[in-house]
């Protein structure tokens, strides 16, 4: 007599396009290891019908959904409570239905810390932070690489006052943990050598450079670009020629979605496993 099946618990992530996503396998594979009953796909909404399509996961039992390009602000903007780290961000990435209502997270910010500190080895605590652009993907890291007390954060931008917007913001949150934070437009940085420099600007997309000094490199200096690909980024290959180590993003993709399984489940799966087999995929050429 063959075993009842498992009722398994719908999440998936939503996005306008989707089809690319990697988080299905993802948390296939969290699901697997820690033996959670998880079913979780992908979800296509149009841009302008982000709300019903929500609504109607919900409707059909669905318990959580990872949000990406381009929802994050409407995310926000639904959610009827939100985690310090969403409400900072002004950005959801991560929605958890239950008898409380809709509750807001943003898992981006701890995905790139845990990655720097644990899978890279690389400590914040008392370090030198270089952080390049001031958009939603920089507003995500700020308050959970300031939560590691690094001893300076600097933020600079093409456009020196949402650098500046950036600074005014966390500016208790830094003096909680006596941290140096400051900012503006990268020709006006000091040339200082950091310990880690970010870059959250999307110009790795279309292989353009952030402003940056090149003395902030060193050969010391971690260079983590918050985006991936197969094959190293622009910034990641310029940080090298400058004696930097540089590291992509795939580990933030893994660990951030090992945060949301988390908020979903109260249970932390294990990243490195997962991450170890995107780079395997990733290093195989498309349609070997």
């Not at 075993?3 to 939503?14: N, T």
């Not at 590691?148 to 950036?166: H, M, Q, S």
Request: glycine share 10%; aromatic share 6%; net charge negative.
């Amino acid at each position: 007599m063959s075993k009842p099946a498992i009722a398994r618990d719908r999440y998936a992530v939503i996005g306008n396009p989707i089809a690319h996503s990697k988080s299905p396998l993802i948390h296939a594979r969290f699901a697997e290891q820690t033996g959670e009953p998880v079913e979780y796909g992908r979800l296509l909404a149009p841009v302008d019908a982000f709300v019903p399509h929500v609504r109607e996961f919900i409707e059909t039992g669905g318990r959580g959904l990872n949000v990406t390009v381009p929802f994050k602000l409407d995310a926000h903007a639904l959610a009827d409570t939100l985690s310090s780290r969403a409400a900072a961000a002004g950005a959801v990435n991560t929605l958890r239905f239950d008898a409380a209502g809709i509750y807001g997270d943003n898992t981006d910010g701890f995905g790139l810390v845990r990655d720097i500190e644990v899978n890279l080895g690389v400590a914040l605590a008392g370090a030198r932070v270089l952080l390049l652009g001031a958009g939603g993907a920089a507003r995500g890291v700020v308050l959970p690489v300031l939560e590691r007390a690094p001893a300076v954060l600097t933020i600079v931008n093409r456009t020196a006052a949402k650098a500046e917007a950036l600074v005014a913001q966390f500016a208790q949150a830094a003096r909680d943990v006596g941290c140096r934070l400051g900012g503006g437009a990268a020709q006006a940085m000091e040339p200082v050598v950091y310990d880690v420099i970010v870059n959250a600007t999307a110009g790795s997309l279309d292989g353009a450079l952030p402003e940056c000094d090149n003395r902030a490199f060193g050969t010391q200096t971690l260079a983590y670009d918050m985006m991936y690909g197969a094959q190293p980024t622009v910034f990641m290959q310029h940080a090298r020629t400058l004696g930097a180590r540089a590291a992509d993003g795939l580990g933030m993709l893994v660990e951030q979605a090992a945060e949301s399984f988390y908020v979903w489940r109260g249970v932390r799966p294990d990243g490195a496993p997962v991450l170890a087999e995107l780079r395997k995929q990733l290093a195989v050429p498309d349609g070997a």
